[in-house]
């Protein structure tokens, strides 16, 4: 098991059931409302299946189910154990019947081969991302379908100064400098890939950013 499994595994999955209830400290308000962004360019309506890569413990289960009602269906993705079990634990204690947790790493994962069908969006909030992950998680879209993704992306000009309270904190939750950069990528990838691309970083020191897109009906390549 590599460091950042580790850590995901045994050490930060009772910090993430904590994120809901620690919405007073500025930068975890702007992490919420950036994550509540995301999911809000995907345009749910009642019955629609969402993919969530990276589900981590279970933090937007509830805002999507809010949007797709019980006829809607969720697949949450994530590779560890420790936060599956508290996102199996919010989906008991709620009684939803329409989430399946799936335990894989997402640079094997093969969502559209392994799930069958495709999907009407894909979030992934803070989640794992690489090149291959992103065009995966585009190819499991059905035309029309909306993809959010959200995450850290550099801090520039006077607004370094705050790399103290956001890159450095973040650090212990796995995010590294080449992840950090990566961003722009996969900004440049969601815009080529997809139609009505939009980018959002109002939030902290334009720290956070949501990047949301349309797959296209017909295939832009
Ligand atoms: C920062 S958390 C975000 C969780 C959730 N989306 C949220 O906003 O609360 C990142 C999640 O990505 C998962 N993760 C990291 N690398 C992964 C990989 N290669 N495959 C699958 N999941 C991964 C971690 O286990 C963790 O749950």
């Given at each position: ?24 400290i500025p ?39 809010q ?13 560890a ?27 094997e ?113």
């Amino acid at each position: 098991m590599n460091i950042t499994k580790y850590i995901y595994n045994q050490i930060l999955p009772k910090l993430f059931k904590l994120q809901s209830r620690s919405g007073w400290i500025p930068i975890v308000k702007d992490l919420i409302k950036t994550k509540k962004r995301a999911i809000e360019y995907l345009d749910l309506r009642a019955g629609n299946t969402v993919l969530v890569s990276s589900v981590g413990a279970g933090f937007e289960l509830g805002f999507i189910l809010q949007k797709i009602g019980t006829t809607g269906s969720v697949i949450g993705v994530d590779f560890a154990q420790g936060m599956l079990r508290e996102a199996q634990d919010v989906i008991n204690k709620n009684k939803w019947n329409n989430v399946q947790l799936v335990q894989r790493d997402l640079r094997e994962y093969q969502p559209e081969h392994e799930l069958g069908y495709k999907v009407d969006a894909v979030l992934s909030n803070f989640g794992y991302l690489d090149d291959e992950v992103l065009v995966r998680l585009i190819e499991v879209l059905k035309p029309g379908g909306r993809i959010a993704i959200s995450g850290p992306q550099p801090l520039t000009g006077f607004r370094k100064i705050l790399y103290p309270i956001t890159f450095i904190p973040e650090m212990a939750f796995g995010l590294t400098w080449k992840s950090l950069h990566d961003m722009s990528k996969y900004m440049a990838t969601l815009r080529k890939e997809c139609n009505d691309v939009v980018m959002n970083e109002n939030t902290f020191g334009k720290y956070f950013v949501v990047v949301a897109g349309q797959k296209p009906i017909i295939d832009k390549n």
